[in-house]
């Protein structure tokens, strides 16, 4: 090799690394097995191996399946993250259980509540599938700071938190239960109606309706139909539409399968959600994480210990994932009252949906920093989001034009109708 092809070469090698970067599956192997987390036996596919990792999306729902894996940079061996789980009295002032006498069934709603005061606003909670209802505390905290006499009411869906749904003779059905989403969304009007009940209201305050994922589907289902009435003054969906959901589901499965089953503790199930990027803030993951999860009793890890299983199985809802989500597009922009839809990326927006925003039929915010647990990973800006919305749509604000009729003093009458007109009291499909 001349003089001259070795300076060249030298001055290339000098501007590598020093070392090689450690390989993605390395730090995957690694981490699963110092963690102590407990993996299903199905190997992950090569085509799995060979995806880019640098997907912005989260994955603990049916509407987001791809997880960005942690560079082994990000954490030093000192940084481990250990802390605990925080209580649900920090962020809500009540929970309640509340007994829902049905024909075939007996359903027990679980909720956190801290109620409106001074005729302020109540803002409905729906969480995702696997997820509780304290995957909105910091949120729900954020709302209140910006407006203190809002309401906040997180309710949890059967078969997730501590909702259960029992036989009239009080045993708990274990069969897999009913999740079609009519059901579903009938559970939260249900819920909101028994919780009017209990604290005696006499009637409903203004409503905004917040639902994440799946629970996006739900409320936008409630919207539709109008169950509520009048009180609903709108939606607002967080990270779900049609067309990224259906795509999304064909990997649930996938992620299901290489996901831990257990975990030795409640810390290391907080730390696998920050590592996994599954979710990126970590005082919600301490608040958010210990409710998915049950300590085992009836069986133990190598070391004695009784393991932490996930408290919700999704598998069971398989059936009912393309459901939860064909036509949602559709039912989104023909629901009632106000809309907001608040998206991790545009390239989640559908055909449908792009139309109905250059239609102006509803607004549409992007968070890009965020996962898919946009209100866990960005509450505040999610908060505000929500809050100017409410605001742009809250009754008491808005200034209505003179009705023709009376602008022209004609006998005849006019009639008028809004683009998007609102619930009215009785309105049901």
């Known amino acids: 090799m001349s003089d001259l092809q070795k300076s060249f070469a030298k001055a290339k090698l000098a501007g590598l690394p020093s070392e090689a970067p450690l390989p993605l599956h390395a730090f995957r192997e690694e981490d699963e097995d110092t963690e102590g987390y407990t993996l299903d036996s199905h190997s992950l596919p090569e085509s799995a191996q060979e995806e880019d990792s640098s997907s912005a999306s989260s994955t603990s729902s049916a509407s987001s399946t791809g997880t960005i ?8 061996d000192n940084d481990q993250f250990v802390q605990g789980p925080l209580s649900w009295t920090n962020y809500f002032a009540q929970e309640y259980f509340l007994e829902n006498v049905r024909p075939d069934e007996v359903v027990i709603h679980h909720v956190y509540l801290t109620e409106p005061s001074n005729k302020g606003p109540l803002f409905v909670l729906h969480h995702g599938a696997g997820s509780s209802g304290l995957s909105f505390a910091i949120f729900a905290t954020e709302l209140r700071k910006a407006l203190p006499n809002a309401g906040v009411l997180s309710v949890e869906a059967r078969g997730h938190g501590e909702t259960v749904v029992k036989s009239h003779d009080g045993t708990v059905k274990r069969e897999p239960h009913d999740f079609t989403i009519r059901l579903l969304s009938s559970d939260l009007s249900d819920t909101v109606k028994l919780v009017q009940a209990k604290l005696n209201w006499p009637q409903l305050p203004d409503i905004v309706l917040v639902g994440h994922s799946l629970g996006g589907a739900i409320i936008t289902d409630v919207a539709l139909r109008c169950p509520l009435g009048a009180a609903v003054l709108g939606c607002a969906i967080l990270d779900v539409v049609e067309g990224s959901a259906m795509d999304a589901l064909q990997q649930m499965n996938l992620y299901l399968a290489t996901r831990p089953n257990s975990f030795p503790s409640l810390a290391s199930a ?3 959600h920050i590592r996994s990027r599954t979710l990126r803030n970590k005082l919600s993951a301490r608040v958010s994480v210990p409710p998915l999860l049950y300590q085992n009793l009836q069986s133990s890890s190598d070391s004695g210990s009784q393991p932490w299983t996930w408290r919700t199985d999704l598998l069971i809802t398989e059936k009912y994932w393309t459901s939860w989500f064909i036509g949602l597009s559709k039912k989104f922009l023909e629901a009632k009252g106000g809309k907001l839809l608040i998206l ?4 989640r927006l559908d055909k449908e949906l792009m139309i109905g925003q250059m239609q102006g039929r509803y607004q549409l915010q992007v968070l890009p920093e965020a996962g898919h647990f946009i209100h866990e990973d960005q ?10 919305f409410y605001r742009r749509n809250v009754r008491s604000a808005l200034v209505l034009p003179p009705k023709v009729s009376q602008m022209m003093k004609e006998t005849k009458t006019v009639n008028t109708r809004s683009t998007t007109p609102g619930c009215k009291d009785g309105d049901t499909l």
């Open 379 to 388: 509450p505040r800006k999610t908060a505000m989001l929500v809050l100017d």
């Open 270 to 272: 907080i730390d696998w």
């Open 69 to 76: 894996k942690p560079n082994p940079q990000d954490y030093s």
């Open 344 to 347: 991790a990326g545009m390239d």
